[in-house]
Each structure stands twice: as structure tokens, then as C-alpha cells.
């Protein structure tokens, strides 16, 4: 087991997840995006291009964006009235109060952005922050993200919670973390009892596969659990970590194992440099219905596309109706069998 975090080509070097050969293309990678991979994760690396360690170790191919790439693929920038506040939904904010990860996911459209330079937002930026969110009463839900909220010191946390509560607007809080799966040890009982609040809260963990629900990440998310706070699962379909029915199956399985709802399944972001982890809708709709009838509905997620440029997110799940000759809807079964709907017009 290792005990400290990976993030240097040297770090990578000595624990065997690269060869002296890829050395001086990656240290270049370096220049432009950060390597992080705590003890917890890189131990359920069992090849370098398993499924874990594709989702966190560097590559040469990182530095060559492809022409339909964007260092904001989907609009953080542009809608971001004060630092740390990204608003693009009518009800809702996101709050950013750090830029500093556990983990440096290779796909991340955020990419540009975070890294241990992108530090946390000073005590005056998040009060400016926190009055951005005072001020505008139509908000009724703050998405904490970053970065990693799990990542702030419990005390912080509490702090900010407090501040949240006491905006009578505010109804929901939503924290989104790979820290339960990436670093499970941070979330202990101070942290989830930060967590607390008379609000709804709920927390959406991502998990790209099945392996990384180790027993610590379970236990991390039953810290949660125990106090009433729900956790949704959020996961990106990634060429060669949970492209097949068999993988993605499993992962979904898991999380409801764990007593995660999967939430979201996100279409790949087109953040410069993620080419090789990209899976075509067509084929990702495909997967998704494969799995239909063969998993539970409480399993199913809802695939996601992040329109590029901020125009939001909609749902491209596979679609199961179509007009029939007769102008009446016709439902595909989940074993292929076509059902006309006497009832509903096309």
C-alpha cells in the first residue's frame, strides 16, 4: 500500500505506472495539467491501463487537442457573475470554493482550471461569493463543486454551511466529490458531521467503475448515510473504463449496492486533450438500452449531454418510441418486440 499521494513523472516513475521511455513526453503533460493520484486509488491499480489507472494517470496524447476540443467546453467561464459562482440555471448556482482535487481525472472538462495552483478561494472572495448568493433570492439551490468541496477542512465546511443556512431561499444543497471513492479517508465523521444542516442536502459521489466502491469508499459513503443525507451516483462514459455492458452494468450495480441512486451518466465533455476517452452517443445509447430489463429501474441513469457552450444539459437516452404507419405511437420492448399504443397519436 502507498502512503503518499502521486504527483510527479518521478512519483510515477518509482511506483511503476510508467516507463523511463514516456518520461519526457509526460513531464511536458505536466506543464499543462497536474497529476494527482492518492494512496487509495492508485492501490487498485493493476495495470496502467486498467480501468482505474486510464482514468488517472497522464499521457503523451493530452497535449494534442483535437479541432472540435474547447478549454471551456461548456461555458463555466462566460457565466460566472464573481469568482467562485458559476450561474446558468434559472433556480440554481454553483459554488466553487476551491480548485484543488484529490484527484486529477484525465477527462476532466475542468481541466484548464484546476490543479494544486488553483488554490481556494480566500476568506473576501467567498464572503463576495456567499453575498452573490444573499442577493439573489431566485436561487433556491447551491450545487457545491469545484475542485472538491470534500477537499476544505471540516471547519471551513461548517462554516460555509452556516452561511447557506442562513439564506431563507436556499432549499437544497448539492456537494459533488470524487473524495468518497479517490480519498475515503478525509471523509470521516468530522467531515460528514459538517455535512449537517436543516436543508435538503444530498451528495453526489463520482465513480466511473465498479472497483473503486472499495470497502473504505463504502464506509465513507455509510458516514453520509447515517445522517439522513442521500447519495446520488454521477459517472462519465469513458472509452476503455465502463464502455461495455458488462462493465457499465457492474458499476451501476455496485453503486445501488452501496445505497447510491446512479444519477447522471455523462456524455464525455470535449475538454482539450480527452479524444481517446470519447465513446459516440449512437454507440453509448446502444449500451444504455442493452442494459434495459437486465438491471433495475432504481439502477438506471439518466444519459446526459452538456451541450457545448453552456446551453445546458439534456437527456440522450435511447428512445423508445417511434410513429408506426398508422400514425399511432409504436413502444420497442426491452427484448426488441415492437407494441403499437392504440391510444397515442405520433
Same mark, same amino acid.
Given at each position: ?33 497536474a497529476?494527482?493520484?492518492?494512496p487509495?486509488? +492508485?492501490?487498485?491499480?493493476e ?22 476540443e ?8 462566460a ?10 440555471? +434559472? ?27 488553483g488554490g ?33 477542512? +471540516? ?15 436556499? *432549499? ?30 444530498w451528495?453526489? +459521489? *463520482? ?7 472499495t ?51 455523462h ?10 476517452? *470519447? ?48 400514425g ?10 415492437? *407494441? ?7
Open positions: 500500500s502507498r502512503s503518499a499521494t502521486l504527483r510527479s513523472v518521478a512519483d510515477l516513475l518509482a511506483a511503476g505506472l510508467i516507463t523511463p521511455a514516456q518520461a519526457p513526453a509526460l513531464e511536458n503533460v505536466a506543464q499543462h495539467y497529476t494527482a493520484i492518492p487509495a486509488f +492508485a492501490d487498485l491499480i495495470t496502467p491501463d486498467d480501468p482505474i489507472g486510464r482514468q488517472v494517470i497522464p499521457d503523451a496524447a493530452e497535449c494534442h487537442a483535437d479541432p472540435t474547447n478549454p471551456d467546453p461548456i461555458g463555466d467561464d457565466l460566472s457573475p464573481v469568482p467562485g459562482i458559476v450561474h446558468r440555471y +434559472a433556480d440554481r448556482a454553483l459554488l466553487k470554493p476551491l480548485l484543488v482535487c484529490p484527484l486529477y481525472c484525465r477527462f476532466c472538462f475542468r481541466r484548464e482550471h484546476v490543479g494544486p495552483g481556494v478561494l480566500d476568506e473576501a472572495a467567498l464572503e463576495t461569493a456567499l453575498d452573490w448568493l444573499r442577493t439573489h433570492p431566485d436561487i433556491h439551490e447551491v450545487v457545491m463543486t469545484g475542485g472538491d468541496p470534500l477537499m476544505l477542512s +471540516a471547519r471551513r465546511m461548517r462554516a460555509i454551511m452556516q452561511a447557506l443556512e442562513e439564506m431563507a431561499h436556499i *432549499h437544497t444543497i448539492r456537494i459533488h466529490s470524487r473524495v468518497p471513492v479517490a480519498d475515503p479517508e478525509r471523509l470521516d465523521e468530522e467531515m460528514a458531521a459538517a455535512l449537517e444542516t436543516t436543508r435538503s442536502m451528495l453526489v +459521489a *463520482h465513480i466511473n467503475h465498479a472497483r473503486e466502491l470497502p473504505a469508499a463504502r464506509a465513507a459513503i455509510r458516514r453520509v448515510q447515517v445522517r439522513a443525507i442521500p447519495v446520488l451516483g454521477q459517472s462519465v462514459l469513458l472509452r476503455g473504463v465502463n464502455d461495455t455492458p458488462e462493465a457499465l452494468e457492474a458499476l451501476l450495480r455496485a453503486q445501488v449496492a452501496a445505497r447510491i441512486r446512479p444519477y447522471y451518466l456524455q464525455l465533455d470535449p475538454a482539450p486533450g480527452t479524444a481517446r476517452f *470519447h465513446v459516440p452517443i449512437r454507440e453509448g445509447q446502444r449500451l444504455l438500452a442493452s442494459l434495459r430489463g437486465r438491471v433495475t429501474g432504481i439502477a438506471w441513469p439518466t444519459y446526459v449531454l452538456d451541450i457545448p457552450g453552456g446551453h445546458g444539459k439534456v437527456p440522450i437516452g435511447p428512445d423508445y418510441l417511434h410513429t408506426g404507419p398508422d399511432r405511437l409504436v413502444a420497442l420492448a426491452p427484448d426488441g418486440t415492437q *407494441h403499437r399504443l392504440a391510444r397515442e397519436q405520433g
